[in-house]
């Protein structure tokens, strides 16, 4: 079937995850003319709420926490009440202890001890002082700024569980994104005073969550856009672009095929480059198919209990147990569980698509997931009264030895295309949160729209926007309202 205008052709928008929903929500709101196209059968990609049995799972854990004013506006633009504020407490479990995490002082001196804070705070100073050269890999980038103690107790283990290859293997520019803002000092001062206006992001206190989970959002942010005139089909998986010359002149989506005016996608480039016709030249093919990703396993158990642990969630650092971390749904929000003798908690496991852990059954995941629970002391095997098995593929891009020589070979081509933008976590093969996704889609659209010229691919980047900078420094901007974007927002909040 030929869905083909060539007066008017629309936008279209590739993925219906955060970044591929923003960017479609931004053309809506501007009047223009917005299709969406998804492979599955339900929107919010890595951050959507799966429903079993009327509990709801949040794959992931995902924070609603910005220092972007624009993103945080159009959060609540969308679901304002329904956006929950919650508190946060999280901790680590090490060595057979839970440690508060934000750290207390007097929590962390009992449960570490006098003597290994000694050799930790020596470490530190030690690799203070030694001048501080280039860190090509994770290890020597967390070592040269933690010291190596820090690093062997607390770093190694966990992210070698989560990544499943050696932090020596794992680009330093990963760990710059992710915990940049993050120090020994920082942590010891937000244990004693607190951590002031989210200083460091990864401390913080309190964080927005949708009242029925992640999804809540993405759905209600589907609904508007179709509401101003988009269209979001699911079920549409992507099997072709057809490219002439330097612009995509038709996508292929689910038996349907639209020639687009632009092309936004938040798909992963190596999904992207094997969808291209005629076949890339090798030297792409190659750098596509060498991208990496981590995929991961959510075990949600129903309990009979009310409130096994108090915490949102607790990372699991001991290596005697292949769970990275532990959700508990109730703690996001109680609308989660249906039944408040009852409780879910998810455990989460790392892996790679297609290896002994993914392809086992579901059953075996579930017992697995209970005995670990007992092992942990979070929940006796007893009060399992079932599970339930959600496999994610893609949910974390690899920050390997090659990625970036990969990424960059990959965007010489994006950049020659010039009807096409990519956006998010996977379409730019960079490890964004949610509301760093949502920044790539407004720039993009705006650089479509206004004949603006953001680098998208620098959002995030080198990870100053990251933990620095804040809504004071970084004013809301949009472009000035249509007719068609005064129109009140649905209420409808799926």
């Known amino acids: ?14 993925g219906a995850g955060p970044a591929g929903l923003t960017a479609a929500y931004e053309l809506a709101r501007r009047g223009e003319e917005a299709v969406v196209v998804e492979a599955d059968t339900q929107v919010g990609g890595l951050a959507r709420t799966v429903v079993r049995d009327g509990y709801r799972f949040d794959l992931g854990g995902h924070r609603f926490f910005t220092k972007s004013a624009e993103v945080e506006k159009l959060w609540h633009e969308l679901l304002g009440e329904e956006l929950l504020l ?18 207390r002082l007097g929590d962390v001196c009992r449960k570490v001890g006098g003597v290994e804070l000694v050799r930790c705070l020596a470490s530190y100073l030690a690799a203070r002082a030694r001048p501080r050269g280039p860190a090509d ?18 770093f190694r283990a966990y992210t070698e569980k989560v990544w499943g290859v050696p932090t020596s293997e794992i680009r330093g520019e990963w760990a710059a994104q992710r915990i940049r803002g993050l120090s020994p000092w920082s942590a010891v001062r937000a244990a004693v005073l607190g951590n002031g206006n989210g200083r460091v992001r990864s401390l913080i206190d309190e964080f927005h969550y949708p009242r029925r989970g992640p999804g809540q959002m993405w759905e209600a942010m589907a609904a508007e856009i179709e509401r101003r005139g988009g269209e979001v089909r699911l079920g549409a998986p992507v099997t072709r672009l057809v490219v002439s010359g330097d612009r995509i002149e038709r996508v292929l989506a689910g038996g349907r095929s639209i020639a687009p005016r632009s092309v936004i996608s938040s798909l992963p480039l190596r999904t992207i480059v094997g969808a291209l016709a ?12 060498g991208l990496r990703y981590r995929d991961f396993i959510c075990v949600a158990l129903v309990l009979r209990s009310t409130d096994p642990f108090p915490d ?17 749904f109730r703690a996001w929000s109680p609308a989660l569980v249906p039944r408040a003798d009852r409780t879910c908690v998810g455990l989460e496991y790392f892996c790679f698509e297609g290896d002994a852990l993914w392809s086992r059954e579901d059953g075996e995941l579930v017992a697995l997931a209970s005995d670990e629970l007992r092992r942990l002391g979070l929940g006796d095997r007893g009060l399992v009264e079932r599970g339930h098995v959600v496999r994610v593929p893609k949910a974390y891009p690899i920050y390997d030895a090659d990625y970036a020589r990969r990424v960059e070979t990959i965007r010489e081509w994006v ?25 790539t889609a407004i720039r993009a659209v705006e650089n479509v ?28 901007r949009r472009a000035p309202e249509t007719p068609a974007m005064r129109r009140p927002l649905s209420q409808e909040t799926a």
Not at 312 to 326: F, Q, S, T
């Open 86 to 103: 919650r508190p946060r407490q999280s901790r680590i479990y090490w060595r057979g202890r839970f440690i508060d995490y934000p750290l």
């Open 278 to 289: 005629p076949r890339p030249p090798e030297r792409l093919a190659a750098a596509a198919r």
């Open 415 to 439: 950049d020659g295309v010039v009807n096409l933008e990519q956006v998010g976590r996977n379409g730019l093969h960079r490890y964004n949160n949610s509301d760093h996704s949502m920044l």
């Open 449 to 476: 729209c206004d004949g603006a010229d953001h680098d998208v691919w620098s959002v995030n980047a080198d990870s100053a926007y990251h933990e620095h900078s804040v809504p004071d420094e970084q004013p809301y």
């Open 137 to 154: 890999n994770f290890e020597d980038w967390v070592s040269a700024r933690f010291g190596r103690r820090l690093f062997e107790l607390f």
């Open 312 to 328: 949102n969630w607790i990372y699991v650092h001991d290596p005697c147990v292949r769970v990275g971390r532990v959700q508990n």
């Open 1 to 14: 079937m030929i869905d083909d205008r060539p007066q008017d052709r629309p936008h279209v928008v590739l």
